[in-house]
């Protein structure tokens, strides 16, 4: 199963579980319709406004936040904090910059940046 059909079953420990043994998933994206996100009546104007008329294609998030689900949302803004923060880390290594750090506040070693 992947992750936007578990998000549609409001099931928290599905998400989780795929979460964990494929982080790929998180990249997901599916078409918007009235089943994957909706946007509440007395909100529609205001989401016009800020987010625009037309959604095309939608996270996994996107799809938690559209159905309510805000422990799930807040699952994957975790999942994909954690990725970020590996995937700097991993980039910070590979380029051989893991021992730079900041001395004092406000001041790199040179070739950071």
């Given at each position: 199963?992947?992750?936007?059909?578990?998000?549609?079953?409001?099931?928290p420990t599905q998400v989780r579980?795929?979460?964990?043994e494929n982080r790929n998933c998180?990249?997901?994206?599916?078409?918007?319709?009235?089943?994957?996100?909706?946007?509440?009546?007395?909100?529609?104007?205001?989401?016009?406004?800020?987010?625009?008329?037309?959604?095309?294609?939608?996270?996994?998030?996107?799809?938690?936040?559209?159905?309510?689900?805000?422990?799930?949302?807040?699952?994957?803004?975790?999942?994909?904090?954690?990725?970020?923060?590996?995937?700097?880390?991993?980039?910070?290594?590979?380029?051989?910059?893991?021992?730079?750090?900041?001395?004092?506040?406000?001041?790199?070693?040179?070739?950071?940046?």
């Amino acid at each position: 199963m992947s992750l936007i059909p578990a998000i549609l079953s409001s099931s928290p420990t599905q998400v989780r579980t795929l979460i964990a043994e494929n982080r790929n998933c998180l990249s997901e994206i599916t078409r918007a319709t009235p089943e994957t996100f909706h946007i509440p009546t007395e909100c529609e104007t205001d989401a016009y406004k800020f987010l625009g008329a037309y959604f095309g294609q939608i996270s996994p998030l996107m799809v938690a936040i559209g159905k309510g689900e805000e422990g799930i949302g807040g699952d994957v803004c975790k999942a994909h904090c954690s990725n970020n923060k590996d995937a700097s880390r991993r980039a910070s290594e590979k380029e051989g910059q893991a021992d730079s750090v900041i001395k004092t506040p406000g001041t790199y070693e040179a070739g950071i940046l």
